[in-house]
């Protein structure tokens, strides 16, 4: 194990607004590992060469019009770019790494499970998970048809609601969702998953206003009402920081305009946001009721 690189796949925006989580993700990883370690930033592109390839115009590549980010899609890609063999871990940009990461890179995986995740036969979080690249090769589509079908993320989220014996639940300190009532010192891996009360837009936004940029997060923006964690991601973008690292560092030539769904109606989760998630849930049973339907698996985007 301590020779072995653990691989890390992060999705994150292609246009530059998300530097300051790639930073303190990147920081947070390697602080608290002494094991080798390959980070892969998933970001869409406009080179035909590469596995993140996308063209509006010519609908080639992915179809990222029904994602709720710019990069929903792509964890799906992960185990056919390890050539099926081994482990990858996934994990969206919005994470601070709080334990050795060496500690879910092995975490034991039983029977026909292709995933580890944060989930049960209700629930599948695929935002921080670690891929079986070999056993999902037998559930997994090609590539190429997971790219062009613009329903090929839903579709595989169902697929884990038809086939929940293929998600080995982690506890759930690995893929903490804004605290969750959690002290720091029992968290694991903090994933602050609320788009609208993320930690980093106090830098991003300042920095993308004075090139006139927009950050890809369309809905609103409030604060954290954990204080604490807020203190906590300061802390480690400081560190970063002062150990050299640079928001810049992850720069890439931005790739412009995409499709994905819009958030202006971002109602965010239950931690951050108990009583919007109230009337929310409210309205969806009122809908549920309606349609006589059976309620729905829930996933993340």
């Known amino acids: 194990m301590s020779e072995e690189i653990i691989k890390i796949f992060v999705g994150c925006d292609p246009n530059n607004c998300d530097l300051e989580q790639m930073m303190v993700l990147d920081y947070s990883v390697r602080k608290n590992t002494k094991h080798p370690i390959e980070i892969t930033w998933m970001q869409l592109s406009h080179d035909r060469q590469s596995p993140w390839y996308s063209d509006e115009t010519t609908q080639e590549g992915w179809r990222t019009e029904k994602w709720a980010t710019p990069f929903s899609g792509f964890r799906w890609a992960i185990p056919e770019l390890c050539h099926f063999e081994g482990r990858a871990i996934y994990m969206d940009a919005d994470v601070i790494v709080l334990c ?161 769904a819009t958030q202006i109606n971002y109602q965010g989760n239950k931690v951050t946001r108990p009583s919007a998630q109230s009337s929310w849930l409210k309205s969806q049973i009122h809908k549920f009721k309606a349609k006589f339907k059976k309620s729905t698996f829930k996933l993340d985007g």
């Open 100 to 260: 050795d990461i060496a500690e879910l890179w092995s975490h034991p995986m039983q029977n026909d499970a292709m995933v580890i995740a944060k989930g049960g036969k209700s629930a599948a979080r695929l935002c921080t998970c670690v891929w079986d690249c070999e056993k999902a090769k037998s559930y997994l589509p090609p590539l190429k048809e997971i790219q062009d079908n613009p329903d090929g993320h839903k579709n595989l989220m169902r697929l884990l609601k038809e086939k929940p014996e293929l998600v080995e639940p982690y506890q759930h300190s690995y893929n903490n969702i804004d605290g969750e009532d959690l002290p720091i010192s029992e968290i694991k891996i903090l994933h602050y998953s609320d788009m609208g009360t993320q930690f980093s837009h106090k830098y991003a936004l300042p920095r993308l206003a004075k090139t006139n940029q927009k950050h890809w997060f369309d809905g609103k923006i409030m604060p954290h009402p954990r204080a604490d964690l807020s203190e906590l991601f300061d802390t480690y973008y400081q560190e970063a920081i002062d150990s050299g690292y640079q928001p810049e560092n992850y720069m890439i030539e931005p790739y412009g305009d995409f499709s994905k």
